[in-house]
């Protein structure tokens, strides 16, 4: 049985999460829509953007699970977490420096690529290590302790981000200076600071040990593949949203400077959510699962739609702060979940497979980015496609609901009701 943890040593396991998250955001939210636009066709610039972020998520899929799944069986005097996560970490520098001084569109595909495959070495045995030492009875307010600090990086990301990187990209290698430096820190205070046990193989062939970890139970954890699909159905709005409001901006609003703008809309919808991943366990606990995951996705459906209305700085701020209210609900309850379905000798296996739905939404709705691109040039000047992006994401936090009641909860107390 585990030994009730810390505040503080949550924070400690979840620090990494702030280097993470402060690069995928920055690069997602600010950095790549704003580089791209500046050197490919104007009218193409979703197409560029959707191809290179889809074609990177798809090795996150790929990778995610699979270093995830190695390390729950990984035979260390250091650990089964920490050598994955330092391995990947140390790569990422090495890309990340390629995205950001190794100049044009080929190297920037590299880069890219290559960082994906790097980070998401080290993510998959990352997501294991809070249910390895955090007990069941404080999985709730690790979870709403790991999304607060998460979306807080994020914020701070896209903000700041999106405020140095100038009006044409003209500060790039700046700006990933900023983010190797952040991961760097962040990603020592975890590794150094968390009390992660020597692990031994207990197979007599430790290649076969690792292979069995592989194997996934279809039938045993269903509630958990319904989980994933909710996970997936909700996000895929969500993450189209991210990666093409800066170019909406761009396009549609006509502003000044694209990236500072996006970066304040992107940091109050992600303020929002921080603010209610905060209560998000609170009201879990008084309301239940269930009726927290309608909640997330009314929020959600609602501020998705009314973002295409918002034809003011102050009125895209009113909505997106309603988005990132539903989008910060949804993960607090979601993580929760997955920690609480996860077998506790393979979280590092199932958690990693969550990122089937967090990436695997990502590759579909920047892929469609070329879509965006059809129905915008067909009818010049109607944006067309920003319309039905907008529009999309709040059917799809809708249909989102439609996916909770398959989800099986694990036996807990009734919620308590004021």
């Given at each position: 049985m585990k030994k009730t943890v810390s505040v503080l040593q949550m924070v400690v396991v979840n620090t990494y999460w702030v280097g993470l998250s402060f690069m995928w955001n920055g690069l997602h939210g600010i950095v790549l829509p704003a580089v791209i636009a500046n050197i490919v066709p104007g009218n193409e610039k979703n197409t560029y953007l959707g191809l290179l972020t889809s074609m990177g998520l798809v090795i996150a899929v790929i990778i995610q699970p699979l270093s995830g799944a190695l390390s729950d069986g990984w035979a260390s005097a250091w650990g089964r977490r920490r050598p994955w996560i330092t391995l990947g970490t140390l790569f990422d520098f090495l890309f990340l420096g390629v995205i950001g001084w190794a100049g044009g569109l080929t190297w920037i595909f590299i880069g890219?690529?290559?960082?994906?495959?790097?980070?998401?070495?080290?993510?998959?045995?990352?997501?294991?290590?809070?249910?390895?030492v955090v007990p069941q009875e404080q999985l709730a307010q690790a979870?709403?302790?790991?999304?607060?600090?998460?979306?807080?990086?994020?914020?701070?990301?896209?903000?700041?981000?999106?405020?140095l990187l100038g009006s044409k990209a003209e500060y790039a290698g700046l700006v990933m200076a900023l983010i190797i430096s952040i991961l760097l820190v962040s990603?020592?205070?975890?590794?150094?600071?968390?009390?992660?046990?020597?692990?031994?193989?207990?197979?007599?062939?430790?290649?076969?040990?690792?292979?069995?970890?592989?194997?996934?139970?279809?039938?045993?954890?269903?509630?958990?593949?319904?989980?994933?699909g909710q996970r997936f159905v909700f996000l895929l709005g969500v993450y189209g949203i991210q990666a093409f409001a800066q170019n909406y901006l761009r396009d549609v609003l006509k502003v000044a400077n694209p990236p500072r703008d996006a970066g304040i809309l992107l940091g109050i919808v992600t303020i929002a959510l921080m603010l209610f991943a905060a209560v998000g366990g609170w009201l879990i606990n008084r309301w239940g699962m269930r009726r927290v995951l309608v909640l997330a996705s009314v929020f959600a459906a609602i501020g998705s739609v009314l973002l295409w209305f918002g034809r003011s700085q102050g009125m895209l701020l009113a909505f997106?702060?309603?988005?990132?209210?539903?989008?910060?609900?949804?993960?607090?309850?979601?993580?929760?979940?997955?920690?609480k379905l996860a077998p506790a000798n393979?979280?590092?296996?199932?958690?990693?497979?969550?990122?089937?739905?967090?990436?695997?939404?990502?590759?579909?709705?920047?892929a469609a980015g070329a879509l965006w691109d059809i129905f915008n040039n067909a009818i010049p000047g109607s944006w067309n496609g920003y319309l039905i992006l907008f529009v999309s994401a709040?059917?799809?936090?809708l249909a989102s609901m439609a996916l909770i009641g398959r989800i099986e909860l694990p036996l807990q107390k009734s919620p308590v009701h004021p």
């Open positions: 890219y690529l290559g960082l994906q495959l790097s980070s998401n070495i080290a993510h998959g045995p990352a997501q294991g290590l809070m249910p390895d979870s709403g302790l790991k999304i607060f600090i998460d979306m807080g990086s994020a914020a701070a990301a896209v903000i700041v981000t999106g405020i990603s020592a205070i975890t590794i150094f600071g968390t009390p992660e046990q020597a692990s031994m193989h207990t197979a007599t062939d430790p290649w076969k040990g690792m292979r069995d970890s592989l194997l996934i139970d279809f039938h045993t954890h269903t509630a958990y593949w319904w989980l994933i997106g702060g309603i988005l990132g209210a539903g989008v910060g609900l949804f993960l607090t309850a979601n993580w929760t979940l997955a920690n393979e979280a590092g296996k199932y958690l990693g497979l969550t990122n089937l739905a967090t990436a695997g939404a990502g590759v579909l709705a920047r709040g059917i799809f936090a």
